[in-house]
């Protein structure tokens, strides 16, 4: 089973994670996060930073981890434009350097590194696509007020029954894609950047035919630095989604068009939290 290159192969997890000025968290988030992956996968890891040109200088710390680590690598993008496009590039890079597993985490903490863990095993054993999910039954969110909590939800609920999917979280940033998964996704024609980009995302998996499961997670609030969500970013992700739905469909990998009338009578299953 193993190579030569305890690096390279097709059961390789990337964990992608997109910084825009988070210099106060990157280092520790990369470190939290490697020690996580090292254990969950005898250190064949890679830690893929994509920073879009922050001011605070990220861009460099990211440089120096690279140069200090041979799992990090870094992507710098010139402009800012969302966790979408973001996203994209460092899937894009992770499938050209054979990566088996692409995972998404936010860079500040608010998901917990040591639950990437979970997801990737929620994968091996037999998922396509591992959601961490606030909102099954031992998943939750910390420190939000009930406004908060209730747009959030409330989102999710009105993605979730527009699509006509049984995905709870549908907005969440925190995933685990098989390397198929993303492969079935046409990225060209992805356009959305913020939740409505992990709508998308997870919405297309479903559609293509993939088991999607959902694992139990609890969010918290940042502590250091600054959230980049707007409710500009929020009000994409309300006209998007009907437009996922009934609007013109992206051509569908020839590979999983089969399954796709199978994919829309059984959409995801909530998956059973592996703590019990
Ligand atoms: N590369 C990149 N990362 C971004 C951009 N916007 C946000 N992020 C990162 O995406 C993650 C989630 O963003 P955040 O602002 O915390 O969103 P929130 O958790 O919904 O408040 C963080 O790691 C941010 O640094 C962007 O335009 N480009
Ligand atoms: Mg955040």
Request: glycine residues 10%.
């Amino acid at each position: 089973m193993s190579s030569a290159d305890p690096h390279a192969g097709r059961d390789v997890p990337w964990l992608i994670l997109p910084t825009y000025n988070e210099a106060e968290n990157i280092e520790a988030i990369v470190a939290a996060a490697g020690r996580a992956l090292g254990a969950a996968n005898d250190n064949a890891y890679k830690i893929l930073i994509v920073d879009d040109g922050s001011t605070d200088g990220t861009g460099e710390i990211a440089e120096r981890l690279s140069a200090e680590r041979e799992q990090v690598e870094v992507l710098h993008r010139t402009q800012k434009n969302g966790i979408g496009p973001a996203y994209l590039a460092g899937f894009r890079y992770a499938l050209d350097h054979g990566a088996g597993y692409a995972m998404e985490m936010d860079s500040d903490f608010s998901h917990d590194p040591a639950d990437l863990a979970r997801l990737l095993a929620a994968v091996r054993s037999g998922a396509d696509l591992a959601l961490g999910s606030r909102y099954v039954p031992g998943g939750g969110v910390v420190d939000w007020g009930l406004l908060r909590r209730f747009i959030s939800e409330g989102g999710s609920t009105y993605a979730r029954w527009v699509l006509g999917v049984r995905v709870r979280d549908l907005t969440g940033g925190f995933k685990c894609f098989k390397r198929d998964v993303l492969e079935a996704i046409h990225f060209d024609s992805v356009r959305s950047q913020g939740y409505a980009f992990q709508v998308e995302l997870t919405y297309r998996a479903v559609r293509a035919g993939f088991k999607v499961v959902e694992v139990p997670i609890v969010f918290k609030d940042r502590e250091l630095g600054q959230s980049k969500m707007s409710w500009r970013i929020a009000a994409e992700a309300m006209w998007l989604v009907p437009r996922l739905r009934f609007g013109r469909q992206p051509p569908a990998a020839p590979l999983r068009a089969a399954t796709q009338s199978e994919a829309h009578a059984a959409p995801a299953e909530p998956h059973t939290s592996p703590r019990g």
